[in-house]
């Protein structure tokens, strides 16, 4: 069993920058694939990141790619989505997910590919 649990989410305003956690607990946290969704108000939960269990290998939404960046420290077992150039678009929950499968690939864009999830944080961006 895997917790995992989100933070760093805010307010700030368009064109800034946060920076959310997502802190995982489980042993087996170096060999997950980890991603971070997103889900506006009376939207779809949708992709944003993803990134395999070595690090070396990332996928990007079309919509936050050249602005956001994941990474993950497998000795600490966290996982970061580091956001800039934060537009009002951007406002949403974001959700920090695991897949116990550590092939890489287009799976993980979609979120059935996910086997935990944290609580999500809220990060709201004002114009």
């Known amino acids: 069993q895997v917790q995992l649990v989100e933070s760093g989410g805010g307010l700030v305003q368009a064109g800034g920058s946060l920076r959310l956690s997502c802190a995982a607990s489980?042993?087996?946290?170096?060999?997950?694939?980890m991603g971070w969704f997103r889900q506006a108000p009376g939207k779809e939960r949708e992709f944003v990141a993803a990134?395999?269990?070595?690090?070396?290998?990332?996928y990007y939404a079309d919509s936050v790619k050249g602005r956001f960046t994941i990474s993950r420290d497998n000795a600490k077992k966290m996982a970061y989505l580091q956001m800039n150039s934060l537009r009002p678009e951007d406002t949403a929950v974001y959700y920090c997910?695991?897949?116990?499968?550590?092939?890489?690939?287009?799976?993980?864009?979609?979120?059935?590919?996910?086997?935990?999830w944290g609580q999500g944080t809220q990060v709201t961006v004002s114009s």
């Open positions: 489980g042993r087996t946290f170096s060999t997950y694939t």
């Open positions: 990134i395999s269990w070595t690090g070396s290998s990332t």
């Open positions: 997910a695991a897949d116990r499968d550590p092939r890489f690939g287009v799976e993980a864009r979609t979120s059935r590919a996910y086997d935990y």
